[in-house]
């Protein structure tokens, strides 16, 4: 890793103290783990063009709903390492400031003015874009901001201006819109809006508060769900202790800043560490020694392998499977309803954690799919085949892959049938029935409440 010394632009007029660039330049996709190549792939920095998925089918079949469940953008640390500096990232949103996007001044405008909008409870308390010159723990940065912005403007081109999802009269009941009560999923929500329908209407917003990251709503009571979130605990607890590598590093950095190893562990790093690199300023300094790249890559390595195991363990696809059925349930109910001709919420956009998105990922059976970056989007797209109207089809994309082929529910149809999409009964099926064959019930309060043989 080349560590070439760059001058970051200050708006104040001081002379910034030069700073060191640590991120890589990746060229192509290596076979083993690669910490630092998927901690790119992590921060997601917006700079090419992505290519996506979305929107393709047969010329005959006809676009007739759309619902995307996203993380937030690219946010500052929700933990900060003890005793060392925070690290100083801007969280003003400044169009000429890198990344930026075309639009980000007319979004600044246009969020000033959303008071007309109608925010459920703690929401309309909340900023709708970032504005700290320092950030503050868990804020939106610019780049979250733009990640969002991006990701708004790729589904205007598909889904409005191709597939006339939404016509320029659309009113506020063709579209739902839910987020949790922090301000970065609120922020990132919005960001995407607006590029998806510039300019918008606040009076036709109007955006609904969950409480539970797992968008639970009212079907939160499972206690079989915490009892197999417990048991992946220990899972994870369990692996961490036999990695040697990694408590060495820990008692390593934990000797730099001077803590003891217990609490530089509890403090999350990671989570810290993740900010400096995807932000591209060196890692943490004191006067015993500086944490670097080798103590980045331990971490980050043990985090992937505890991914790959957690795969392989099942007991967090069962919790999945218990935490994601609410949810998924009210997808299934209101595509079922579009279906049968009804004409509400065909546009959705749930604004969510990474807490929420693996979890779904997980239940659906995608398990090739990395976990979830800054700004992910999981898409699920119905369809009506033109030639038999009745006929209704799905398709689930992940960061603009096609990955209804690895879902559980349709897999083996994919082999069998030529057909290009996978029927929406079969969704239908897997979320009102077979999701609950591996606890031997055949209802959510069911397997919510029997315990394992």
Same mark, same amino acid.
């Given at each position: 890793?080349? %560590? +070439? ?7 104040? !007029? ?7 660039? +640590? /991120?890589? &330049?990746? %060229?192509?996709?290596?076979? $083993? ?19 996506? /998925? ?8 006809? %676009?007739?709903?759309?619902?995307? #469940?996203?993380?937030?953008? &690219?946010?500052?640390?929700?933990? $900060? ?7 100083? +990232?801007?969280?003003?949103? #400044? ?20 008071? $007309? ?26 780049? !979250?901001?733009?990640?969002? #912005?991006?990701?708004?403007? @790729? ?10 999802? @939404? ?50 709503? !009212? ?76 103590? =980045? ?8 392998? &505890? ?8 007991? *967090?696809?069962?919790? $999945? ?13 209101? #595509? ?9 919420? @065909? ?37 009506? &085949? ?13 960061? !603009? ?12 149809? *994919? ?19 077979? /999701? =609950? ?17």
């Amino acid at each position: 890793v080349h %560590l +070439i010394p760059v001058n970051p632009i200050r708006t104040d !007029g001081l002379n910034p103290k030069s700073r060191k660039r +640590i /991120m890589p &330049d990746l %060229l192509t996709e290596p076979p $083993a783990i690669d910490p630092v190549y998927e901690a790119h792939i992590y921060c997601n920095i917006p700079t090419i063009a992505e290519r996506s /998925m979305e929107g393709h089918a047969p010329h005959y079949f006809k %676009l007739v709903s759309v619902q995307v #469940l996203i993380r937030h953008g &690219d946010r500052y640390p929700l933990y $900060a390492i003890p005793k060392t500096k925070r690290p100083d +990232i801007d969280c003003m949103l #400044l169009p000429s400031r890198k990344p930026s996007h075309p639009q980000l001044e007319a979004f600044i405008k246009h969020m000033s003015k959303g008071s $007309a909008a109608q925010m459920d409870g703690s929401l309309s308390s909340l900023p709708r874009y970032p504005s700290h010159s320092l950030c503050e723990m868990g804020e939106l940065t610019q780049t !979250g901001v733009v990640q969002h #912005l991006r990701n708004g403007q @790729l589904l205007r081109e598909i889904y409005i201006n191709k597939h006339k999802l @939404l016509l320029s009269d659309w009113t506020a009941k063709q579209l739902y819109l839910e987020t949790t009560g922090k301000s970065r999923t609120l922020q990132s929500a919005l960001a995407l809006l607006y590029t998806f329908l510039p300019d918008f209407d606040w009076k036709k917003i109007n955006m609904r508060h969950q409480w539970s990251t797992i968008f639970c709503s !009212g079907s939160c009571d499972c206690p079989m769900r915490n009892h197999y979130l417990e048991e992946e605990q220990r899972r994870q607890y369990s692996l961490r202790v036999k990695n040697s590598d990694l408590e060495k590093i820990y008692v390593d950095m934990a000797k730099i800043v001077g803590i003891p190893t217990r609490q530089l562990r509890a403090s999350n790093p990671i989570d810290s560490l993740l900010c400096y690199f995807c932000h591209n300023v060196s890692f943490p300094c004191t006067k015993t020694g500086c944490i670097g790249m080798e103590h =980045f890559k331990v971490i980050k390595r043990h985090q992937l392998e &505890d991914e790959r195991e957690r795969q392989d363990k099942k007991l *967090y696809f069962l919790y $999945a499977l218990l935490a994601t059925h609410p949810l998924l349930n009210q997808t299934v109910n209101r #595509l079922q309803r579009i279906a049968e001709g009804k004409k509400e919420e @065909l546009f959705v956009l749930y604004s969510a954690h990474d807490v929420t998105l693996s979890p779904v990922l997980s239940a659906l059976g995608i398990t090739e799919a990395r976990f979830p970056r800054f700004a992910a989007r999981l898409v699920f797209e119905l369809w009506q &085949d033109g030639k038999r109207p009745k006929e209704h089809f799905i398709r689930i994309l992940y960061n !603009g892959a096609d990955v209804t082929s690895q879902t559980s529910f349709c897999k083996d149809y *994919y082999k069998r049938s030529s057909k290009p999409m996978c029927p929406l009964e079969r969704f239908v099926n897997f979320v009102k029935r077979d /999701m =609950f064959l591996v606890f031997n019930s055949t209802s959510y309060y069911d397997a919510c409440r029997r315990r394992p043989l």
